[in-house]
């Protein structure tokens, strides 16, 4: 049986799920719940000088009538008394010492006001500190959450500030709003972080009412950018954890977070090397509850793969991301359709057609436009039985077999887009021909070939 | 007919919508299972080819306008359609979801929901002016009429249709089981068809107009005038009270509000009006509705969704009786004699014949009798026509013009396909419509 216990910095949780800093850790009450939910972690809603808010704050993009695949919010740190917050602190820490709390800390950039915060977060019993350099919208007009994060002298700066404080391990979470997140990584190593957490928010404008022509979320006819998070943003997130994780220069523990809203993400997170996960959209979207499948889900697939702890697995896939000039030229794949799964819906044919190399035909080979023309020609009948049969009809109509499209391997690239496409599973397979060739990579065919980079 | 106002509040309250509306929330989500399949089955399956895939998506990306103009531009009776279709065995039968052990996508109620959309916000616009001097007459009101008035109209034609109904709109109006179409839907089409130029008169032809003054008049003849009344069943007893056949049973209670029903109904037949009849004899308030059928199950021409939907309804369906008699010694049936049968030797046409059992008679207690044969009578009108070839029972015509063996005559619909559904006439009528505009155009 798998052991999701982990150790994150030295700080241990019962299993790697945390709660993002966000609403659903804005008080003690809420947190205890989640706890009793199953989470082994939370980092409080960020805590700072009070906020106040906005009416709207959030806006998000459906995706197919699936709601929430990408969330934006406009709201600030907690606009709850710094006391109050860490008042619930010590009473969580105290009914909970199990599990983790982390305070979130955001303050005006100056040394003793974050001295005074670390140390007062600490003696409410925080088991660690997340410095908030991320917070894409509001505080950052004030100088504080990616002002600081986006540049890397403000980010060591402060990390060493709170670092001259503090007692308990210390994170800084990181803004993906960069053009190289590594840089940003490193400065904070430099000013002394024992760790690492990111992505927060995006900045993004989810939409606009096209009825009003006022952006998302709507306060009072305006609106500002926000931070998207939720399901869209997992692919990024994880290309920004990996950027850090593959640094030679950073080396730091890191928790993953962006788009996590299961336990599959959470293993592809600690796969890239993260030692654990955090949450927020997908709870705000279904509730604490969510965490029970995180927890039997990667248990069931640690036992499968024979992982006993999360520490079995975790960066196990970092070797497998490469650079592209190291990829094997003469690796080669096509495409098989499996024609007893096929529905006959054509999406390989089309897609191949018009967005990839013309490479899967049917057996009159046409072009669709002409092939589509002719279906409409056809003279239709609804079957009826008894007038069928008087004409020597079958009575009720009977469903064509699919006409199943065929893949010239010959022309066939390999390229995925008809598999990626087929809506019925292992109906499409990408099968390995051998080529006889050896591998060889871009950075091997051209060796000793220079290239200048732009601007030399 | 009365001077009702449509639909009947009875109706709506006792014929809630079979399938009802989808909301817009629930509509996309369904139009997002839509694969959007290439050159896609369930257009294929459709007698007009609605682009199925198109006009979803359309309703997925929030341009519900669009996928209501893809769905006219196909069918202009697409309101209808989406409601009386059996689609079952059209465009949801042939899709591609069904190889894969999943639902079909919901066709039907997402055409409904994006025609509804369209009807609500109509608004009349300047009918297409008239380019051409031939006028083009349709005999008959239902859909085939419609349809080809309708293309021909927007192609510059003037066009008159002619029915002796008080409503327009033939079996769409008169003739679909209230829970899948109300008689002002169907006049919400016809009204549309009115405001793009097209002219409706009540006229009986060859009685009120004869033939060869339309013949003078109209360059062309569009012949879509469906079948006319039911069968009899040509036994006694036939023609006193508690006796109406199932055409004109379904036409009344759609449009009157005071048609009494019998406590204990008899239907007689085993097709889909029977079906129609014996369910709408329920929400009627009848105690006991019984369909007697002289083959079996198996031999039934009902389409089986709408089998299983009788049996919901709680009709007791009778294999194996032919009616021998209707009893009305007081002027009033009071029940009918039936005779057992026995399936003997199969027809040409593969279906095996019932054969009455001698001594097998008994007599069914019943005080309303619903006789739901088929519709074979043609109108007094096609005896006398010149020149124009009937074939099984049907106006022979080429199939994809409708043109028949009389060169100024086309015909589409029931009078030509023996009487199936209202997209089948609206197919039939668009692509006679295109070859009247061929003929005028190049001859």
Redesign the interface.
């Known amino acids: 049986m798998a052991d999701l216990k982990t150790v994150f910095m030295g700080i241990s949780s019962p299993n790697p799920f945390w709660l993002a800093s966000a609403p659903p850790t804005n008080s003690g009450e809420q947190i205890m719940r989640a706890f009793d939910a199953g989470w082994g972690g939370a980092v409080w809603k960020t805590i700072g000088e009070p906020v106040v808010n906005t009416a709207s704050r959030y806006s998000s993009v459906d995706w197919?009538?699936?709601r929430m695949m990408g969330l934006n919010n406009i709201e600030l740190i907690s606009d709850r008394p710094i006391e109050d917050n860490l008042r619930e602190m010590a009473e969580v820490k105290k009914r909970y010492p199990k599990h983790a709390v982390i305070a979130s800390l955001m303050v005006e950039s100056k040394r003793e006001v974050w001295h005074d915060i670390v140390k007062r977060a600490e003696d409410a019993g925080a088991d660690g500190l997340e410095l908030n350099f991320g917070c894409p919208h509001g505080m950052s007009e004030r100088g504080m959450g990616a002002a600081v994060g986006q540049v890397p002298e403000y980010s060591c700066m402060i990390t060493e500030w709170a670092k001259e404080a503090a007692r308990t391990p210390v994170m800084v979470k990181l803004t993906p709003n960069v053009t190289d997140i590594r840089l940003i990584a490193r400065a904070a190593k430099k000013g002394g972080a024992d760790g690492l957490s990111a992505i927060n928010t995006i900045n993004s404008i989810t939409g606009i009412d096209l009825d009003t022509l006022i952006p998302r979320p709507n306060v009072g006819g305006l609106s500002a950018h926000g931070g998207y998070c939720g399901p869209a943003v997992k692919p990024i997130a994880l290309h920004l954890v990996q950027q850090i994780t593959s640094d030679p220069e950073v080396a730091l523990p890191i928790s993953g977070i962006g788009g996590v809203a299961g336990w599959r993400e959470a293993a592809e997170f600690i796969l890239l090397g993260c030692g654990n996960v955090q949450v927020c959209t997908a709870v705000m979207h279904y509730g604490y509850r969510i965490v029970e499948d995180m927890i039997d889900g990667l248990s069931n697939w640690m036992d499968e793969k024979g992982y006993r702890t999360v520490e079995d697995f975790r960066g196990l896939t970092m070797p497998r991301m490469k650079e592209w000039k190291h990829l094997d030229l003469n690796f080669k794949i096509v495409a098989r359709i499996n024609a007893d799964k096929c529905?006959?819906?054509?999406?390989c044919?089309?897609a191949c057609w018009d967005g990839a190399h013309q490479c899967i035909h049917h057996e009159v080979k046409e072009p669709?436009a002409v092939?589509?023309a002719r279906?409409?020609q056809?003279?239709?009948?609804?079957?009826?039985?008894?007038?069928d049969?008087?004409?020597?009809g079958n009575g009720?109509?009977e469903?064509?077999a699919?006409h199943v499209p065929h893949v010239d391997e010959e022309e066939c690239v390999g390229c995925n887009l008809c598999a990626l496409v087929c809506?019925?599973e292992e109906c499409i397979t990408m099968e390995k021909v051998e080529t006889g060739k050896p591998v060889e990579s871009w950075e091997q065919r051209t060796a000793g070939r220079v290239y200048s980079k732009p601007g030399q | 007919m009365s001077d009702t106002e449509l639909p009947i509040k009875r109706n709506l309250e006792r014929f809630a919508d079979l399938h009802p509306a989808l909301d817009s929330k629930s509509a996309?989500?369904?139009?997002?299972?839509c694969?959007?399949?290439?050159?896609?089955?369930c257009?294929?399956?459709?007698?007009t080819?609605i682009d199925v895939p198109r006009f979803i998506k359309k309703i997925?990306s929030g341009n519900v306008r669009g996928s209501a103009r893809t769905i006219l531009e196909a069918n202009i009776l697409g309101m209808s359609c989406s409601r009386a279709?059996?689609v079952e065995?059209?465009c949801e039968?042939?899709c591609?979801?069904?190889?894969?052990n999943k639902k079909p996508i919901e066709i039907g109620r997402l055409q409904r929901f994006a025609m509804e959309d369209f009807h609500e916000k109509r608004k009349p616009g300047a009918p297409v002016p008239v380019r051409h001097a031939e006028k083009i007459a349709c005999i008959g009101g239902g859909p085939a009429s419609i349809a080809c008035a309708a293309e021909l109209r927007q192609q510059g034609f003037a066009v008159t249709v002619f029915d002796n109904r008080p409503l327009p709109g033939g079996l769409a109006t008169y003739g679909v089981a209230e829970y899948k179409l109300r008689p002002s839907d169907s006049l919400r089409e016809v009204e549309m068809v009115r405001d793009m130029g097209v002219e409706f008169r009540r006229a009986e032809v060859g009685k009120d107009v004869p033939l060869d003054a339309l013949e003078r008049e109209y360059a062309f003849v569009f012949l879509g005038m469906g079948l006319g009344a039911m069968d009899m069943l040509g036994i006694p007893g036939e023609d006193t009270r508690g006796v109406i056949d199932a055409l004109r049973f379904i036409e009344r209670y759609k449009t009157q509000s005071d048609l009494p029903v019998g406590r204990i109904v008899a239907v007689i037949g085993g097709?889909n009006t029977a079906i129609d009849a014996a369910n709408a004899a329920v929400r009627l308030g009848a105690e006991e509705v019984h369909i007697f059928y002289r083959r079996t199950e198996k031999e039934m021409?009902a389409?089986?969704f709408e089998y299983d939907h009788a049996k919901v309804e709680a009709v007791h369906f009778h294999w194996l009786a032919q009616p021998v008699e209707i009893l009305a010694p007081n002027g009033r049936a009071e029940g009918v004699r039936f005779v057992k049968t026995a399936l003997g030797a199969p027809d040409a046409?593969?279906?095996r014949n019932a054969e009455p059992v001698q001594g097998s008679e008994f007599v069914f207690p019943c005080d309303m009798v619903i006789p739901a044969l088929?519709q074979s009578r043609f109108l007094e009108l096609l005896r006398t026509s010149p020149g124009i070839t009937i074939e099984?029972k049907a106006v022979a015509v080429d199939?994809?013009t409708g043109r028949t063996t009389n060169p100024k005559y086309f015909a589409g619909g029931d009078c030509v396909?023996?009487?199936?559904?209202v997209?089948?006439a609206v197919?039939d009528g668009k692509?006679a419509a295109r070859a009247i505009a061929q003929e005028v155009l190049h001859g």
Do not use: W
């Open positions: 197919n009538g699936q529905i006959g819906c054509d999406l044919y089309i669709p092939r589509e279906s409409r056809r003279i239709t009948l609804t079957p009826i039985a008894k007038l049969q008087a004409r020597g009720h109509g469903a064509a699919p809506p019925v | 996309v989500t369904e139009a997002n299972r694969l959007g399949c290439f050159d896609a089955p257009m294929d399956a459709c007698p080819h997925a279709c059996p065995v059209l039968g042939a591609v979801m069904h190889r894969y097709g021409p389409f089986p046409t593969g279906r088929g099984k199939r994809p396909n023996g009487g199936r559904e997209v089948d197919a692509r």
